[in-house]
């Protein structure tokens, strides 16, 4: 008898518990659903409606217009070129900040988080000023004669992965730099020890241990350039187009809210379906664990 009434006891102090750290998560749930559920259902609406009836017209529109098929393509592999490019320039700085000393490794991640102190447009308009025909580059290459005429640097597919990747960089540098600072030193001595070479000991130790930090930071800046819409339409005058630019004149110049809608909504499908395939490869809790 006292043990089934130790066991009920335990049960409800598990429930109570339980309890309290549902009222502790309501909040936050409220907030999520009131300003970003809410808002995504709306849109969810939105889309689904021609004038004053049900419709599916804008996703048969996405389906058949190339204009959409190509914005979608020129979005996915402007976002994979960032990734690869950050990448190969963040990992070197994420490896240098990870084996150097106390001081230059908190030295390296302050420059790296230098560009957040600024905001996106002025850094834009500073690439604009760094790559315009008469901006520093092409000045400084035609006074040394290295040029004969300004090179095309801005205002084209060049500059917009350029400002993209100065702006993604630190979401890359961080999450290798959380990974690569794991690695004990032991192990990397320990491949030199037996004969293993620079390289050998990168490929075989090195990388497969950072593999969680790389996908973290290419899983996170992959997704953020799908939405990136100030830099390609800065730095790209109009001929780089991506589906947030699509999304602003769909609303802007025709006046086509659904059809803006069935664009975004469409977007946030491929975000899911990314998450989702990571998540298989790589599952949350592996990065997670890795900090």
Known sequence: MTDLSNAAGIARAERAEQRGYLLLFLPAL?????????????????????????SLIHYARILDEPIYWRTYSETLKISLIVTVLSILLGFPLAYAAAVASRGWSTLILALVMLPFWTSVLVRTYAWLVVLQRRGIINTTLLNLGVIDAPLSLSHNFTAV????????????????????????????????????????????????????????GSVLVFILCLGFYLTPELLGGGKTIMVSSLVQRNVELYLQFGAASAVAMVLLALVCTIFWAVDRVLPVEKIVGMR
């Not at 907030?31 to 049900?54: I, N």
Request: no cysteine; aromatic share 12%.
């Open 30 to 54: 409220l907030l999520v659903l009131v300003f970003l559920g809410a808002p995504l259902g709306l849109l969810f609406v939105q889309s689904l409606r021609e004038g004053d009836s049900f």
């Open 161 to 216: 992965l350029i400002g993209m990747l100065h702006v993604m960089i630190p979401f890359m540098v961080f999450p290798l730099y959380a990974a690569l600072s794991k690695i004990p030193q032991e192990l990397t001595q320990a491949g030199h020890s037996l004969g293993g070479g620079a390289f050998y000991v990168f490929r075989r130790v090195v990388l497969p241990l950072s593999a969680p930090g790389m996908m973290a």
